[in-house]
């Protein structure tokens, strides 16, 4: 069990620029959660995976940010032209039909 | 809708001294609820849960909590802390028909001084 792992630890970009996140869930977890979470702030819930199905979205998903589960393993979450407000840390955890979710160390994107 | 509040942003306390985090939630049916612990440029790891059953919750490093449903609260103690507690701390609340989601607190950062 190497936990949840996340790709890259630190983006920094370009109002305007698109940018991917990845995240490895631990390997044998259906469940992905995608959450974000801004200084002095709890973790936002996002959008949430079973297996390669997206059961939800926050409404803080706007149409820039999409996130893919392609084949119920890795997921992938992309923010089309950045805005400096969505400079956050971008957190991903996974857990196995059960109430305990594992978090990864988190993607922390700078939008200058 | 599910909120939780937790009432202290900072807490400082010396070593081996005892510490109270403390956490309030609103929700109108049951509810479960967890404390994350989160060290500087890491993730969150769970301390403990509560599901059901026994009010009194233990978790991981000495801590824990106790449900209490009619204050909807569910405060975080540990009797002695130590230098290596000194970390932020997070109470969350999910309902199980809405995918475990998890609503967090602001967090409160446990300050531990020698």
């Known amino acids: ?112 | 809708a599910q909120s939780v509040t937790q009432l202290d942003s900072q807490v400082p306390v010396f070593e081996e001294a005892p510490v109270e985090l403390r956490c309030n939630y609103s929700s109108s049916v049951s509810v479960y609820l967890f404390w994350y612990v989160q060290y500087p440029n890491q993730g969150l790891q769970l301390l403990l849960k509560y599901l059901s059953g026994s009010t009194l919750v233990k978790g991981i490093n000495g801590f824990e909590a106790e449900f209490n449903k009619s204050q909807t609260s569910f405060h975080l103690r540990k009797p002695s802390v130590h230098i290596s507690d000194t970390a932020e701390y997070f109470c969350a609340v999910s309902r199980s028909q809405y995918g475990n989601k998890l609503v967090f607190g602001a967090g409160t950062i446990l300050r531990v001084k020698s």
């Open chain 1, 1 to 112: 069990d190497t936990g949840v792992s996340q790709d890259p630890r630190h983006k920094i970009t370009k109002r305007g620029q698109n940018v991917t996140f990845r995240c490895d869930p631990i390997s044998e977890h259906n469940r992905l959660y995608w959450y974000r979470q801004t200084l002095g702030q709890g973790p936002e819930f996002l959008t949430y995976f079973q297996n390669e199905a997206q059961l939800e979205k926050s409404r803080l998903l706007s149409d820039r940010f999409s996130a893919e589960r392609p084949k119920g393993s890795f997921s992938t979450l992309e923010i089309q032209r950045t805005e400096q407000g969505d400079s956050a840390m971008y957190l991903c955890a996974s857990s196995l039909q059960t109430y305990e979710q594992y978090f990864g160390p988190g993607t922390r994107l700078t939008v200058t």
